[in-house]
């Protein structure tokens, strides 16, 4: 299987696993947890796919291979890409400019030759192993010249392209030096995805203000005679593998033990988050130790467990924010903790899903804080684990979440009195009103699983341009 033809091919900057040394000092793959693997994993499994993607570190000459069912074929890439490519334009300069310049983007230009011939790579490889008239599905920011690069070298295919971050405004995205290119790229695409229908809205109205072309709703028509649709396809979570792992008894044992061995707290706040200065982690334990520093929270009654999984270490801004984040844990815990009763517990590791639901279903209340997310899993993922209708979930308006998850407590992140206000409002909230919120958010993700979230991509694939016959198999799961 791993050298035949796919009829669906996921091309993604990484592949699920990571190249780590084993026990016996031999190289070899183990799975790696993210948003997108938890996202795209069901339907490759379903459809036989292959997926591109480079995975991790500096290793040439390696061939595709299986991994746990899933053909993977690795994309090599040398120190110079990765340093110009991935940590430098793909995330000092397009995440930061696609997420509100939450911190200030970098504009070289030596990383953006770096970010077209990488894009080009993977173009070329998605296009050596799509078959005739295949899906080839690309996936976010560190990709968007793959649309445009593999429709050249593949007229055949048909291409779809999801962003998994916000699409900015106009105001924000006219700073890039290079958007035209940006705009031509993802306009190879047949279909161009968007987490929201104000990321569709951007786009489109881009086209038409920098490239020109004629648009009608969320359709854009091209000189060549094609059209490109730009939609929202607002991503989910596996639901029901979600809560079949909160239910199991290793978890509920784990979850009872996580919360004695924190001292049996009356409440326990918890954020997860991949340590990025967008998640808005620095405001949430800020709010939370003012609580307490004012009397209002006691840490013999209250604690805060934020894991913060490591990420992008090798970017500037990441280190500083590592540093910020360790200093002000140090200070909260330093100014109010007691002896074996620290006011943050605070972890900077990655764990398990057994572990990560075992937190979930410990934790009273969620808070998940971002200054921009495209959508925020983690919001999802706990609401899926509370099977009893238990926990309260604080929610970011600025996170894609946030516009189904009505029934949380919506915060701004940026109001530190306003995100006060909601943690003690949570932290009192009676059984009834914590029930009729987690119910309804319940009903709302159940409906709109991950599933549902591949379908409706894989649909409105076919109706932008018809497969002739072939069609692809949705993920079901039960
Ligand atoms: C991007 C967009 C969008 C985290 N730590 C561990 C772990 N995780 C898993 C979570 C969740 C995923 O990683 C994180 O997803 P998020 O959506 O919260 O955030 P990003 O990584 O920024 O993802 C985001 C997403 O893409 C999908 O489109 O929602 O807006 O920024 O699934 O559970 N998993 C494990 N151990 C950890 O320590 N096993």
Redesign the pocket.
């Known amino acids: 299987m791993v050298n035949v033809p796919a009829e669906l091919v996921i091309v993604a900057n990484r592949l699920p696993v990571d190249r780590v040394t084993g026990p016996d000092g031999e190289p070899e793959w183990r799975a790696s ?4 693997v ?2 795209i994993e069901p339907v490759l499994r379903a459809n036989n796919g292959v997926w591109i993607g480079w995975p991790g570190g500096t290793d040439s000459g390696l061939e595709p291979f299986e991994h746990d069912g899933l053909t993977l074929d690795p994309i090599a890439l040398s120190a110079e890409e990765i340093e110009g490519f991935y940590e430098g334009f793909s995330n000092a300069t397009l995440w930061p400019l696609y997420h509100d310049v939450v911190a200030k983007p970098e504009f070289h230009r030596e990383w953006w030759d770096s970010y077209v011939d990488v894009n080009r790579r993977f173009a070329e490889h998605a296009a050596a192993r799509a078959a005739k008239g295949a899906m080839v599905w690309v996936h976010d920011y560190q990709l968007q010249l793959v649309p445009q690069m593999l429709r050249e070298l593949r007229p055949d295919v048909h291409i779809g392209f999801f962003l ?2 916000p699409f900015p405004p106009a105001e924000l995205f006219q700073q890039l030096p290079w958007r035209r290119q940006i705009l031509e790229g993802l306009l190879g695409a047949d279909l161009v995805g968007f ?1 929201l229908p104000g990321g569709a809205q951007n786009f489109v109205r881009l086209v038409r203000q920098r490239v020109g072309h004629k648009t009608h709703r969320d359709l854009v028509y091209l000189p060549d005679g094609r059209t490109v649709r730009a939609s929202a396809f607002p ?1 989910s ?1 596996d639901v029901k593998g979600f809560e079949k792992l909160a239910r199991q008894e290793s978890v509920t044992a784990r979850a009872k033990e996580i919360r004695e061995a924190l001292g049996g707290p009356r409440r326990i706040f918890l954020g ?3 340590l ?1 200065y967008t998640k808005g982690i620095h405001a949430r334990l800020r709010a939370f130790s003012e609580l307490i520093a004012e009397g209002e929270l006691d840490v013999e009654d209250a604690v805060f467990v934020q ?1 913060a ?1 490591p990420s992008r270490e090798r970017v500037e801004q990441y280190r500083v924010l590592r540093d910020d984040i360790d200093r002000l844990v140090g200070r909260i815990n330093g100014d109010h903790g007691r002896i074996g009763t620290p006011a943050i517990s605070y972890l900077h ?5 057994e572990e ?1 639901a075992a937190l979930y279903r410990a934790a009273d209340i969620m808070v998940v804080s971002p200054y921009r ?6 919001a999802k ?1 706990y609401v899926a684990c509370q099977y009893d209708d238990g926990g309260a979930l604080i929610l970011s308006e600025f996170a ?1 979440a946030a516009y189904e998850l009505r029934q949380a407590w919506l915060i701004n992140p940026y109001d530190l009195n306003g995100m006060k206000a909601a943690l003690r409002e949570a932290y009192h909230a009676d059984a009834k009103d914590l029930s009729r919120r987690m119910r309804a958010m319940r009903k709302t993700i159940k409906s709109a699983d991950i599933t549902a979230w591949a379908r409706s991509f894989l649909q409105a694939m076919d109706e932008v341009r018809p497969a002739h016959g072939k069609t692809l198999l949705p993920a079901d799961r039960d």
């Open positions: 947890p993210g948003g997108l938890t996202a998994h971050i987490q991503i979570i997860i988050d991949r990025d894991v999984t590791a990655s764990y398990p899903r990560m997310d495209g959508m925020n899993l983690v993922e894609g």
